[in-house]
Every structure is written in C-alpha cells, then in structure tokens.
C-alpha cells in the first residue's frame, strides 16, 4: 500500500511536468541547460530564504507559539519575494545570452527566442519547487503508519500531490508572463505576478482545510494558464483548430498552363 501511494502521488505531482520535459526540453541541449540553471537559481533564492528565517527564529522567543507562526508567514512571504528577484535575475542574464548567441550565429538570430527561455526557465522553477515542496511527504508515504488514524485527513498525500502539480504549473505560467512583462516593461504584469504567487503561498495555511484552498488554487492556476497562453501568442482560432483536428489545405495554386498534352497521332 505505501508503494502505490508513493508512485501514485509521485506520478499525479510530476507526471505533467516529466511530460513537459521530455516532449518539450530533453531533444534541445540549449533548453536544458537553461532548465538547470534556473533550477540553481532558485535553489540560491531558497538558501537565501532559509537563512532568515532561520536567524529570526533564533532571535526570537520559541516559546511563543503565536511568534512562531507569524515568522513562519514572514519567511514563506520572504520566499516568494526571492524568487521573484532571482527570476529577474534569470532574465537578465538569459537576455545577455541571447545577445550574445545571436552575435555568434550566422544568421545574426539566436538559436531559442526569448519566449522559450521564458517557458523552459518557469519549468525549471517549478520543478525544482515542487520536488522541495513534497520530497519529504512522498518519502512518509512509503509508511509504516496510517495517514487518518487519529482524526486527520486521509486525503493528506494525495492534496500535498495535487497542489504540487499546480504549483509547478503556475511557475510555468508566471515566468511566461514574467519575462514578457519584463521585455515590454508592463510593471503591473509584474506586480500581478507577484501578488498571483504571495496569495497562492498564504493559501496553503489553510490546510487542512483542503477545499478553502486547492480550489482557489486551481482557479488561480486556469486564470494564469489563460493568460499565459496569450501572452505566448496563442489565440482562440488555434485551439479550435487544434481541437477539430484538420489540416488547413493549401492556398497556393500551381498554374500547369505552360504544360501541354502531346498530341495523339
């Protein structure tokens, strides 16, 4: 039993995004090294993060429970404000890279746009979060013990799973939308992302009370989806298209005038 919790949770958390990396990342050796860049980058943004909460706990009354909670707040608040920095970091440098490959190239054009680098580098935050997030939970779930037997929620392992999926696609989302609003200087792009990403940490203080919210979570999560996809440049012609599954037939006609037919004798 704790070995089918354990894959099956670990499959509903990163089955998505195994599929994103596969079909979208692991053929482009350029995109994964931008994957695990922003992986590092975000790994410095939680060390960074741990160590003042650590110190603030430190100087702070254990005793106080009420305290403690509030620093708790304070350094998931602070979290999320690093790696919003070092997300603009990301871009900075990911912006002199690109004019750096594109001066190497022979066309003058960079091998990967802007907008990839965007996706890849969301992903990659996502990721690396999502494994933090629900490592040590996946690793309780081999046992022994019941998850329940006192009163709690049964459903502990399978919410934690659910909520790092959607944690790892809204960072997908918000470093779309991120480094656009960075490139056409939409600072209120940037304050919404923000925002989008402090409400969705403050909500898991909730649990466990899942349903007050997983829900909005995964409202929040549709919302940036939408958004993100038009701000890639998706449109609602295309998903139409790509749901009715046909082929746009050629529009170009071939004039065959100059041909003739040779003549029977």
Not at 94 to 102: Q, R, S, V
Not at 209 to 238: D, K, Q
Request: aromatic fraction near 14%; glycine fraction near 8%.
């Amino acid at each position: 039993m704790g070995a089918a919790m354990f894959f099956g949770c670990a499959g509903v958390a990163f089955g998505p995004a195994l599929a994103l990396v596969l079909l979208t990342v692991a053929a482009e050796p350029l995109r994964v090294i931008i994957l695990v860049a922003g992986a590092f980058f975000w790994l410095v943004s939680l060390l960074l993060a741990s160590l003042i909460w650590f110190v603030s706990v430190r100087l702070s009354d254990r005793e106080d429970a009420r305290l403690q909670f509030g620093l708790l707040v304070f350094g998931a608040a602070v979290s999320v404000l690093l790696q919003e920095l070092f997300r603009f970091a990301y871009f900075k440098l990911l912006k002199k890279a690109d004019e750096g490959l594109a001066m190497v190239s022979e066309d003058g054009r960079s091998p990967i746009s802007l907008k990839q680098m965007a996706y890849v580098s969301g992903l990659s935050f996502g990721i690396i979060s999502g494994v933090f997030s629900v490592i040590n939970i996946l690793a309780d779930s081999m046992g022994p013990g019941v998850v329940g037997i006192h009163g709690d929620s049964p459903y502990y392992f399978l919410t934690s799973a659910f909520l790092t999926m959607a944690l790892v696609f809204l960072h997908t989302f918000w470093g779309v939308i991120f480094f656009d609003a960075c490139e056409k200087r939409r600072y209120w792009c940037l304050g919404l992302v923000v925002a989008s990403h402090l409400v969705t940490s403050g909500l898991t203080f909730l649990n466990p009370w899942y349903e007050a919210s997983l829900v909005p979570i995964y409202i929040i999560v549709v919302c940036m989806g939408a958004w993100a996809f038009f701000t890639a440049g998706g449109s609602i012609h295309n998903v139409l298209k790509c749901l009715s599954c046909k082929r746009e037939e050629d529009s170009h006609v071939m004039m065959y005038s100059a041909l003739r037919v040779p003549l029977e004798d």
